[in-house]
Nanobody, 127 residues
């Protein structure tokens, strides 16, 4: 069992930056592929970014490519999402998730590929 706790959300003006953290307990994250998803009010939860267990491969939604960076520190059992040039449309609850699915490589964007989820952290971007 893996427990995930997100932090770092808040209120920021458009163009600003935030760094989200996802700390794990219960088991080491080093064997899990990790992802960030977000859910805006009235919308479905959507893929934002993902990183392979080794940190070697990263993936991004087109909407955040070039602005967001996912990283991980397995020694600290933590995954990060650096968000720059934030826009009002980035407003959402952000969730981190851990995947041990064998089919992760072709399904990193799919919520069903992730076994463990955090409770989320609110990000609000004002215009």
């Amino acid at each position: 069992q893996v427990q995930l706790v997100e932090s770092g959300g808040g209120l920021v003006q458009a163009g600003g930056s935030l760094r989200l953290s996802c700390a794990a307990s219960g088991r080491t994250l080093s064997t899990y592929n990790m992802g960030w998803f977000r859910q805006a009010p009235g919308k479905e939860r959507e893929f934002v970014a993902a990183i392979a267990w080794s940190g070697g491969n990263t993936y991004y939604a087109d909407s955040v490519k070039g602005r967001f960076t996912i990283s991980r520190d397995n020694a600290k059992n933590t995954v990060y999402l650096q968000m720059n040039s934030l826009k009002p449309e980035d407003t959402a609850v952000f969730y981190c998730a851990a995947s041990d699915a064998s089919y992760y490589r072709d399904n990193y964007y799919n919520r069903a590929a992730y076994r463990y989820w955090g409770q989320g952290t609110q990000v609000t971007v004002s215009s």
